[in-house]
């Protein structure tokens, strides 16, 4: 079984499995993106990690939302559209409805993360103390 069908199976009701159905096809129509797992989520690749689906509880509610995670959100240029909680590096759009999704939000961060991704390929590199 597939990651991602790992993912879904994960996943508490229909609605949010059909967001995640509806967020892979976006993703997947960029060439050469495929699907991987990495810390037990579907992280979607170009040529290194580019995002991946997170499902996230919302604050003071029973209810949850699926986040969709950009590994390199403080390095695209439309960064202020993204929500970096209390992260450094990793932005994310959370959504909990297909109606929720803001497409042209959505495709403007997926474009500029594929570019970077394609430009400059995520390395890291360990800090000496």
């Not at 996230?56 to 970096?84: A, Q």
Request: aromatic fraction near 12%; charged fraction near 30%.
């Amino acid at each position: 079984m597939s990651i991602y069908d790992e993912f879904l199976l994960s996943l508490p009701n229909r609605n949010l499995k059909d967001l995640c159905d509806t967020l892979k096809q976006t993703i997947m129509e960029y060439p050469n993106t495929v699907i991987k797992k990495k810390f037990n989520l579907p992280f979607f690749y170009g040529n290194t990690w580019v995002c991946y689906l997170n499902l996230v509880k919302k604050k003071g509610s029973v209810d949850k939302e699926i986040e969709l995670c950009f590994v390199r959100g403080r390095e695209l240029p439309s960064k202020e559209l993204l929500n970096f909680k209390e992260r450094v590096m990793i932005g994310g759009l959370s959504y909990s409805t297909i109606d929720a999704i803001d497409w042209g939000i959505l495709k403007l961060l997926l474009e500029e993360a594929i570019h970077l991704d394609q430009e400059r390929p995520y390395s890291f590199t360990k800090k000496k103390n």
